[in-house]
């Protein structure tokens, strides 16, 4: 049958050990030297052990008191840190992030994850739309953390990575080959004029083959391939592969994916997902400057290590 060491118990031997005695341990832990005794006695009775040489009338470790301590300190920070997570009031709340819906799979599904399950009690609040909307919206103090892709990163942005615009149609497609051309771009979709003046500047036809707002529907038609759109180099849709005979459709260059950060909310949770976004989005070099700690937030090789899952 499983035992259970007794935590308070394990606090006391601490406790005397780092003060030297049981007087000014019992002052420490606002017990009274009674107590205190009695934790180390009932600590001592519960294993057939004794942890500490009463001879000379000082206290010091036995070696099985040495090899106990060892365990206490660990066990007691996990419990005090286990603590602090589910109570303290800095680790509650709402953090609102806004993404851009072309560059959600497959990170932030990631990301969410890991942060549910080390701060369970602060709620991020995901808000997918495109970058216009998300920009205007941050203006207006809807979101706390956003993410873009545009040309440049505008005025408090930050440049994580700038990487390929490229076409996509459905595996094995043919509709890139059609003429007129036939794009699926929702109306706001900031790679639409993109993808529009890259064909009119090589003498490329096109039509769009959907209208209105929503980005399922345009999705479809790429899948079905009906149509052809364009993505973030990596971040090509479920169900699409970047063309291959791109040689016949013009260049659509590059776009930076950028962060944007209100500065309102502040702390450990805030500073653990701007890590988690500027290494999952970033190139080698931001990762690296974020595992250094050039950026401010956390650096250690346990965090390094769950950033790279996120890739």
């Known amino acids: 049958m499983a035992r259970n060491l007794d935590l308070t118990a394990l606090r006391a031997l601490v406790a005397v050990t780092d003060a030297g005695g ?3 341990a ?6 009274t030297q009674s107590a205190v005794s009695m934790q180390i006695k009932r600590l001592e009775e519960s294993l057939g052990l004794e942890f500490f040489s009463r001879a000379q009338r000082r206290l010091t470790l036995t070696p099985e008191g040495e090899q106990l301590l060892a365990y206490a300190r660990r066990m007691l920070e996990l419990n005090d840190e286990a603590l602090v997570r589910l109570t303290d009031t800095a680790f509650e709340g709402e953090i609102r992030l806004g993404v851009p819906h072309d560059i959600v799979y497959p990170q ?3 990301i969410l994850k890991m942060m549910a399950a080390e701060y369970p009690r602060v709620r991020i609040n995901l808000f997918s739309c495109f970058t216009s909307k998300l920009k205007e919206g941050f203006a207006r103090g809807e979101f706390d953390v956003i993410l873009t892709t545009e040309a440049a990163p505008g005025e408090g942005g930050e440049r994580l990575a700038t990487r390929r615009l490229v076409w996509v149609g459905a595996p094995d497609g043919i509709a ?3 003429r007129p051309l036939r794009l699926a771009f929702v109306e706001t979709c900031f790679f639409r004029p993109i993808a529009q003046a890259a064909l009119n500047g090589a003498g490329i036809r096109w039509e769009m083959a959907v209208g209105g ?3 399922q529907v345009a999705q479809a038609t790429v899948t079905a391939d009906l149509s052809v759109s364009a993505r973030i180099e990596g971040a090509v849709p479920q169900g699409t592969a970047v063309i291959d005979g791109a040689n016949a459709l013009p260049d659509l260059g590059h776009l930076d994916i950028c962060l944007y950060q ?9 500073d653990k997902l701007l890590t988690h976004l500027r290494c999952a989005y970033g190139d080698a070099q931001c990762c690296l400057r974020v595992i250094s700690g050039e950026t401010g937030s956390e650096g250690d090789d ?4 769950r950033l790279t899952a996120a890739e």
């Open 213 to 215: 707002e929503s980005e």
């Open 26 to 31: 019992a002052g420490l832990l606002n017990l």
């Open 176 to 178: 890139w080959q059609q």
């Open 262 to 270: 209100a500065k309102v909310q502040k702390g450990e949770v805030v």
């Open 302 to 305: 346990d965090l390094a290590g």
């Open 108 to 110: 932030i599904p990631k």
């Open 22 to 24: 049981v007087t000014r």
